[in-house]
Each structure stands twice: as C-alpha cells, then as structure tokens.
C-alpha cells in the first residue's frame, strides 16, 4: 500500500499569510494527488485533483504542485474560511489513501 | 445539481451488521465510479472501498476485507455499503463519494454515523 505523509500535522497562521503543506508518497504516484479541506462536522471539499488542477468554485488562492512523490499545497493568502483541516489523497492505486491531515489554525 | 445522501447509520452491537445506502442525483450515477471513506471521532480520513461504474471491479481496504460488501444499483442510483462482524473500531462517520471523470473524489455526501458498542 502507498503510504502518504502530510507535513506539519498543524500549523498556526495570521491572517494575509501565505502557508504551505507537504504530502510526500512512499512510491510514485505520477499526478494522482488530491486535495480537501474539511471543516468540523462538515464533509470534506474537494480543491484540487491532479496535484495542481483547481477544482470548479474553487478561489485561486488555492494552488497545488508536484509530482511524482513530493507535493504542496498553498494557501496564497489566509482568510478566516480557510482556517480548517487539509488531507492529501493518491489515487493513482487501490487502497486510495489519505495522508494525516494538516489544521490550520488561527495564530 | 450533484447530491450524495447517505443514510442507514446508528447504534450496533459488536458482531452485529448495518447496511448503509448512498442516494444520488444530479449526474448519470451509471458512468461514475463510487467510494466510501469514514472518519472516526476525532480521527482523519480512512478510504474504506470502491467500486467501479459497472459494479463488476470491488475495491477494499485491509482493515474491512472479508467484513464488508459495496454494491450499487444503477437502476435505483443507489451506492450500499454492507458491514457484517461490526467492531467497535468501525465507529465512524461514513462518507460516500463519486469519482470524476479524472479519477479524484469531486463530490461527497453529508455522512452517516455508525456507532457499534454494547
């Protein structure tokens, strides 16, 4: 099985700053690299698919990169709808996996 | 409109068994392949099954091999989940959720809460 490790766990951030989480896959996985938020007893949303493709409503300050076995997620400028929890997800293989998660949280 | 509603949920002896049903609307259910992942209290996201749009490939995670059966009725736009030999680390919340075209998960319901204890 794939395994994914998201970096931090949790972060605190002001508002305007610009914040980043790492997912690092235990084997490659091309492009299959998905991203959610999620906030308290709320399904999670999808925002990315493809590691840097922007799902549709999505804000632009939302971006993705990588590929391979390293990725980011960036969050240009926080605003308080963004203060939540963040997973990584490949589906480049079953088990689908999901790393640990990343909250974000209000400095 | 895309719409995922799942229901079936609750409380569960250990041992004993439950049937979620996953309700959708607002695309072709019969072109899309389906998954469900669960989140226990206070826990992250675990990927549990998946199935394919024909529903002849199945999909499971390790942990509910053998336990569980996804099917799905494309006549009645409807995903299941069927849980047998329920134990108590399969309380969760469970989330059904359609895979896009690209192969990610795009839309997910609101969650059904499975509960199992004596």
């Known amino acids: 099985d794939i395994q994914m490790t998201q970096s931090p766990s949790s972060l605190s951030a002001s508002v305007g700053d610009r914040v980043t989480i790492t997912c690092r896959a235990s084997?490659?996985?091309?492009?299959?690299l998905a991203w959610f938020q999620q906030k308290p007893g709320k399904a999670p949303k999808s925002l990315i698919y493809?590691?840097?493709s922007l799902q549709s409503g999505v804000p632009s300050k939302f971006s993705g990169s990588g590929s391979g076995t390293d990725f980011t997620l960036t969050i240009s400028s926080l605003q308080p709808e963004d203060f939540a929890t963040y997973y990584c997800?490949?589906?480049?293989?079953?088990?689908?996996?999901f790393g640990g998660g990343t909250k974000v949280e209000i400095k | 409109e895309v719409q995922l509603l799942e229901s079936g949920g609750g409380l569960v002896q250990p041992g004993g068994s439950l049937r979620l049903s996953c309700a959708a609307s607002?695309?072709?259910?019969?072109?899309?392949?389906m998954g469900w992942v669960r989140q226990a209290p206070g826990k992250g996201l675990e990927w549990v099954s998946g199935?394919?749009?024909?529903?002849?490939?199945?999909y499971y995670a390790d942990a509910v091999k053998g336990r569980f059966t996804i099917s799905r009725d494309n006549s009645k736009n409807t995903l299941y989940l069927q849980m047998n030999s329920l134990r108590a680390e399969d309380t969760a919340v469970y989330y059904c959720?359609?895979?896009?075209?690209?192969?990610?998960?795009?839309?997910w319901g609101q969650g059904t809460l499975v509960t199992v204890s004596s």
């Open positions: 959720a359609k895979r896009s075209i690209y192969g990610d998960y795009d839309y």
């Open positions: 607002g695309f072709t259910f019969s072109n899309c392949a």
């Open positions: 199935i394919s749009a024909s529903g002849g490939s199945t």
């Open positions: 084997q490659g996985i091309s492009s299959y």
């Open positions: 493809a590691a840097s």
């Open positions: 997800q490949q589906y480049n293989s079953y088990p689908f996996t």
